[in-house]
């Protein structure tokens, strides 16, 4: 499985947690990074690689040829979507890809990356087996303002018509209510799926994980409804189970090994 996405520092989000539920769902995992995000108290940091080491990465990575599927986070550039919509062209016509268009933190309900909206929509949705946008991702680019399930389902079908195969909306603690809600818009029609809200903080590295579950289980051969519903059995368990990272402060990140260890017992 290859992953095209940031460098988080803190190990939560980003390739960091791609590469750890590849390995849970027994994938081994590859890796072009395309940022690297740095983390203070207060603020985070993006610094993009440049064009020319992603384009080095995804050169040496396109040679290999048992690619299984393709995960796309963070983009830090219109020049990084190009980039990486040309590869996808040329190299994984063949194969599940999923966009996760990471244009918001958990950190932050403000995005600096407006810029981004048209190159993802025009690039990287046509190429899209699923994408997998949060409330504020999905209200960038549909158009939409969001606060339903119907809502949802409204943007999910604006960006399926943008050329997207399948849209999930994640509701996540955006939406009001008790439960976490997403939406799935899919060839075969619409689904919604339902867990209770996690009361802890630790959701750093949720939707990166929830998008990587799914692209693990596409390539496994899944159909798309089977992997969101067990894509997001598989987060809630790692929020619920979260590693935290001060003592100090209710945050912490997802943790990807829960499953499987609270199977173990």
């Not at 990486?84 to 958990?106: G, Q, R, T």
């Not at 909306?169 to 818009?185: F, I, M, P, T």
């Not at 867990?195 to 998008?211: D, I, L, P, Q």
Request: a negative charge; glycine letters at 8%; hydrophobic letters at 45%.
């Amino acid at each position: 499985m290859l992953t095209i996405a940031g460098s988080d520092v803190l190990a939560g989000g980003g390739i960091q947690a791609d590469l750890a539920t590849f390995n849970e769902y027994g994938y081994f995992g590859l890796s072009a990074i395309t940022s690297i995000v740095t983390v203070t108290p207060d603020d985070f940091t993006i610094h993009p690689v440049p064009i020319a080491i992603l384009a080095a990465q995804l050169d040496a990575i396109f040679a290999i040829d048992d690619i299984a599927g393709v995960k796309v986070g963070l983009l830090p550039t219109v020049a990084h979507v190009k980039l990486v919509a040309k590869y996808l062209k040329e190299y994984a016509s063949h194969l599940p890809v999923i966009i996760d268009p990471v244009m918001a933190f958990k950190e932050t309900n403000t995005t600096n990356v407006n810029e981004l909206v048209k190159a993802i929509q025009t690039e990287l949705l046509p190429l899209a087996t699923i994408t997998t946008p949060n409330l504020v991702e999905a209200e960038l680019l549909s158009g939409r303002t969001i606060k339903t399930a119907a809502d949802m389902t409204e943007a999910a079908r604006i960006m399926q018509q943008m050329g997207a195969k399948s849209v999930v909306v994640k509701g996540g603690k955006r939406l009001a209510g008790q439960e976490a809600v997403d939406v799935l818009v899919a060839a075969d029609g619409l689904k919604t799926f339902k867990t209770e809200k996690v009361a802890n903080a630790y959701n750093n590295g949720a939707g990166c994980t929830f998008s990587s579950a799914i692209a693990s289980q596409l390539a496994a051969g899944a159909t798309t409804a089977h992997a969101v519903s067990d894509a997001k059995a598989f987060v809630y368990e790692g929020i619920k189970h979260g590693v935290p990272l001060n003592d100090a402060l209710p945050v912490g990140n997802v943790w990807q090994a829960a499953r499987r260890l609270s199977e173990e017992q």
